[in-house]
C-alpha cells in the first residue's frame, strides 16, 4: 500500500486514481495524520500539493515521524516543498504564481556514487516532457543533501532528489492528465522505487472488503440500511448480504413520489434477484399528506421529504430490532450501512491548521443523530466507475449498474406546484414512456439522466375534434461527466415526434409536450 498524505490539492484524490490504474492500491489520508495511530506500514509515501505555503503561521505539516519511516517519498508541488522545509527550513521564493503547461528539462545523474536511486524517478522519461504547474511558492535553492533532477524554464528546481535516501521532490503535477506522461513517473515510484504489489483488483477488493465487514460486525451484529433502487445503495447491500447474509437488514422507503412501479422493481430485484433481506414500507400517505399544500417552495418539499424519511426509517428500523431480539441471530443493530463514495470522502476531509478534523459525510443527513448507530460504508474508497465495476462483479443487472441516478426527493421536485397523487401520476406516466423510447433507441447510457416533468400550467389542445384544456410536460434530458455542468442532448426532431404522441395519447390529462432546452449553468439538472 502507498500512503498518500493529503495537503488539501484539488488534484489530491487523482494520485491515488493512477495508482489504482496502476494495479497498485493506495489510501489517502489527512496529511496530519498521526504515523503512531496506523495499523499497516505503508511500502512508500507520497505528499500531495496544497493551497498553503510552507511558512504560513497555519500552515500543515506532516508527522515527522513519517521522515523516519524509512520508505520512499515523493513530494508534489506543496508536498516538495514540505519535504524541502523539513530539510533545510529556509529554501523558498513566494515569487509569482505558475499555471499552466511547462516544459521540463530532466537531468540525469548517471549516479552509481549514490546509490544508483537518483535517476530512477524520471527513468524512461529522459529528455523533454510536458509537465502541468500549479504553485505559489517554488524553490530558490536546494537543501542539503538534495541534487536537481528536472528544470523548467521558471523553476530552476522543478525535481529534486536526496543524495543518499530514496527521497524525491516534484512542483509539477503527474496525476493529471495536462501531464501525459505522469503516470509512468507515478509507476517509476510506486512499483520500481517503493516495489508496491501490483496486485490490486476489483476482485481482491471484494475479498479484503467481506473480511473487513466480518471483522468489524463480529459474528452476532447486525447493521441494517437504506435502498433506493440506485446503484451505490444496491452494491452496498450486495456486499453486506455477502458478507452477513440475514443479518444484514436493508430498508426501502415508498414515498410514493418514486417512478412508476419501482418499488415492486426494486423488490423483485433485490430480494429475489440478491437474495438481500428486504423490508418494503409504504409510507406513501404519510409522504403526500404533508405535502399537501406546498405550491411554491422546493426547499419546502425537499425538508418535508427529508425529515418524513428519518422518521420512518428509525421507526422501521426499531421495529426491525424488536423482531430480531431474541432470536438465534440476534446481536443489537449496531450498525448502519451508507453507500458514501470516495468523492463524498475526499469532499469531507479537512483540517484546520495542525489539528485535522473528519468530518463524516452523511448521504441522508440526520439518520444518525438520536440512533446510536455507527457508521459502516463500504465502497468509502470507490470512484462511481469503480462501483459499477464491482456491482457487475457481484452479479448486480447491468440495468441497474447503469442506471441514472435519481434525486431522494424524487419526482416531488419534477412536479412543479403541487404534488398531488393526480399530478404524481401524470409526471410518473409519462416519465415511464420517455425513457422507454430513450432506451429503445440505444440512447440510454449514452444520455447521464433524462426524465419528464409536469407544469402547473394548462394550455388548450384539441384532440378527436374536441377542445381541450390539459397540462404540459417537459422532458429533460443532459449529457454530463461530473454533473456540475450539462449540456441538453440533441434528441433528433422524428424521436421527439414520437415521444411527444405517445405522451399525448396515453398519458390522461397532458395536451402539450416541450423539451427543455437550458443547459447547467445556467439551469439545474432537476427543475426544482
Ligand atoms: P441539480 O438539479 O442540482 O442536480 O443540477 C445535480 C444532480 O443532483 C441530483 N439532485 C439530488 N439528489 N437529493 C438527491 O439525492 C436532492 O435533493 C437532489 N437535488 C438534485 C440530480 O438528480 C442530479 O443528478
Redesign the pocket.
Known sequence: TILVLDFGSQYSHLITRRLRELNVYSEMLPCTQKLAELSWTPKGVILSGGPYSVYWDDAPHVDPAVFSLGVPMLGICYGLQEIAWHFGKNVLAGEKREYGHAYLKVESHGDAEMGGHVDKLFKGLEGDMEVWMSHGDKLSHLPDDFVTTATTSNAPFAGIAHRHKMLYGIQFHPEVTHTPRGKELLKNFAVDICQAKTDWTMGKFVDQELARIRALVGDKGQVIGAVSGGVDSTVAAKLMQEAIGERFHAVLVDNGVLRLDEAKQVKETLTKGLGINLTVVDASDRFLGRLKGVTDDPEKK?KII?NTFIEVFQETAKKIAAESQGSSRAGEIEWLLQGTLYPDVIESISFKGPSATIKTHH?VGGLLEGMHLKLIEPLRELFKDEVRELGTNLGIPEDLVWR??????GIA?RILGEVTPEQVRIAREADYIFIEEIRAAGLYRKI??AFAALLPVKAVGVMGDKRVHDQVIALRAVETSD??T?DWYPFDGAFLKKVSRRIVNEVEGVCRVVYDITS?PP??????
Do not use: L, V
Open positions: 425537499r427529508g448521504n441514472h441516478p435519481f434525486p431522494g426527493p421536485i447521464s439522466q454533473f456540475m450539462a447547467k439551469g439545474t439538472i432537476e427543475m426544482e
